[in-house]
């Protein structure tokens, strides 16, 4: 059966309905998944008036639950009434209450299982008070992690570059780096990285905060104070972290390309040469129970209604949306049931595992017999 991708359509004066519509008709999309529009029909019928004599024939497979989403069709559940006011690029209440509609009808199916993936359309940050990350971070967190509990990654290809601040405030995000923050960080990216994305050893290389790493502390000492101890202790823990490289040459001089991600210490620090290095990236969240993509771009409230936004991004993050769907049930699978083993010393006093085979018995765990050993494993 193919997976249910729920997609929130976002700001209604935004360009959110035109990526989706557009990205949809890429045939290959349905061979992959059921895509469901979160959103509004007639909404959507006034996005398609914009869109040109090719889009004019669309018709919407209306449906009240997810469950009734058909294949090969485009699936949609109206959050929102009829008779909402369309705006064309420009910010409202009334859009801002849609889009956190169409979010939480979404949200309320995930945890369901109706659903099985979130691909959600840009929205103003007002609508939820700060952004999708942290809203969403609030809805499908993970207790055993600390600093919010998701991690914001931008993701085209092999680069991705992950934040330690998401939506801070320049003046503020120093205080926002810690050690503590920085470990935590690093930790929820490798977890993705192997997770989500099949990497093994993930290597990851971590930015200063200040110029030239902080010039042996002329120009700040958070370098040697906060982010080199961070690192270390990642180092201790099995994590392949570097750094910290100054930010200013980094991606520059190519250096990015030797590593699977990049953790950069603030928002603009990482997303403008990401963003400069490719726009049809994908954000995604790491560290959330579920999987949620979305493009890398805003509302677009200058080019809605035009016909001029790009739907690459938006079609991306629907195809990268299976894949870490796939890569997680698959590496789920794989480490779900791992072979025990014990480390003993050889004749030499060199450390080796045996595997091991063992049950439970009315006198409680005991080794039945050893398997063979694998030296040097």
Sequence with gaps: MKPIVAITAG???GVGYEVIIKALLNGYVFEIMRPVVYGNAAVAKQHIQTLGEDYRNITWNIIDAPEQAKDGRLNLISCYTDNLPVTMGTATAEANKAAKASLERACRDLKAGKVQALVTAPINKEALYGGHTEWLAEQFKVESLEFNDSLMML???NLRVALVCNHVALADVPAHISEERILAKLTLLNRSLKRDFGLEKPHIAVLAL??????AGLLGKEEETIIMPAIAKANEQGIWAFGPYAADGFFGSGRFTHFDAVLAMYHDQGLIPFKTLDM???NYTAGLSIVRTSPDHGTGYDIA???Q???RSMRNAL???IDVLRQREEYDALTANPLPFIVRGDREGKPRREFIDFKTT???NRFDRPAESKENE
Excluded: L
């Excluded at 200040?210 to 010039?215: I, K, M």
């Design 11 to 13: 700001d209604t004066n």
């Design 155 to 157: 993701c085209a290809g």
């Design 210 to 215: 200040n110029p030239h790493a902080g010039d």
């Design 280 to 282: 049809t990236g994908v």
């Design 305 to 307: 209604g035009k016909n």
């Design 309 to 311: 936004a790009d739907e």
């Design 319 to 321: 195809f990268m949306a």
């Design 362 to 364: 009315t006198g409680g």
